[in-house]
């Protein structure tokens, strides 16, 4: 990943939000390619916990290892 991204996640960002920008991904894409409702994409970007088969997911759908997200 860029370090920018990197520093963004490091800071604090929220790691789903900040992947799903550099992906250049709407929520509602995220949501088609993970499977997830948006609206629960949204909570999660709003700091709502999310359990690993989520994180499967999203990882997937992000293109990034699982350890980034659980």
């Not at 088969?53 to 997937?60: E, F, Q, S, V």
Request: no cysteine; charged share 25%.
């Amino acid at each position: 990943l860029p370090q920018d991204v990197v520093e963004r996640i490091s800071e604090g960002e929220n790691t789903v939000r900040v992947l799903r920008q550099y992906r250049y991904l709407t929520q509602k894409e995220l949501s088609e390619r993970s499977g997830i409702r948006a609206n629960h994409i949204s909570a999660i970007e709003r700091g709502l916990p999310y359990g690993l088969k989520t994180a499967k997911r999203l990882a997937g759908a992000l293109d990034v290892p699982l350890g980034l997200l659980a």
